[in-house]
């Protein structure tokens, strides 16, 4: 059965630390894997990976994808307390009728 | 503006009663899907359209129901079948296959009182 496991569900940090968001899959026929940033309401495109080894990177979120190794981290520098949310890791199934995978996202809370 | 528009925001319901929720898309996306969002759950697909009167189950169908009539609307109906209907509800569409993400809707917040 094709799952996706992010660790850890929830976390807790200061404003001006570092986290590490993690992803690892399970999938039969893997095409991409994608973050999503859910603050309230509808979850928000953050990155697509697609190839390993290759940083995406968007202002102090940057994600990286390990196809070998099956997983993938969401990295964020000097969190704001507008960063907490909800992160979601999807994996894009490499087959015509099927939908996203999710995993049970990560909860994150920056506290000032 | 091109998007999703779920409706209501907020809904309650008495126990035992059907109750539809509205999505509505002017994207002009082939597919929609219906995700259901528990604490701690992440998301859970319900149903999925690829195509106008075509859909298929998710991994938790029992106790909704879908059509697709028109390709700008995947209405979701939460039957009295559904044991544990309370829940955040989240609409999504996707070009295509969905192979370069969703759009999601803004949800639907069901209660049961």
């Known amino acids: 059965e094709d799952k996706v496991v992010q660790s850890p569900l929830s976390l807790v940090v200061h404003e001006g630390d570092t986290v590490t968001l993690n992803c690892s899959y399970e999938v039969t026929n893997f095409r991409s894997l994608l973050w999503y940033k859910q603050e309230k309401k509808a979850p928000t495109f953050l990155f697509m990976l697609?190839?390993?080894?290759i940083e995406k990177k968007s202002g102090r979120l940057s994600s990286i994808l390990d196809k070998k190794e099956l997983f993938s981290i969401l990295n964020i520098t000097a969190t704001q307390t507008g960063d907490s949310a909800i992160y979601l890791c999807a994996v894009v199934p490499n087959q015509a009728g099927t939908a996203l995978i999710f995993g049970k996202g990560t909860t994150l809370s920056v506290s000032s | 503006d091109g998007g999703i528009t779920q409706s209501p925001k907020y809904l309650f319901r008495k126990e035992g009663q059907n109750v539809t929720l509205s999505c509505e898309q002017n994207?002009?996306?082939?597919?929609m899907y219906w995700y259901r969002q528990d604490p701690g759950q992440g998301l859970r697909l319900i149903y999925y359209?690829?195509?106008?009167?075509?859909?298929q189950k998710g991994d938790i169908a029992e106790g909704y129901s879908v059509s697709r009539e028109k390709k700008e609307s995947f209405p979701l109906t939460v039957t009295s079948a559904q044991k544990n209907p309370t829940a955040f509800y989240l609409c999504a569409s996707s070009s295509g296959q969905g192979f370069y993400g969703y759009t999601f809707g803004s949800g639907t917040r069901l209660t049961v009182v």
């Open positions: 359209s690829q195509i106008v009167n075509d859909f």
């Open positions: 994207l002009n996306h082939d597919a």
């Open positions: 697609t190839s390993s080894g």
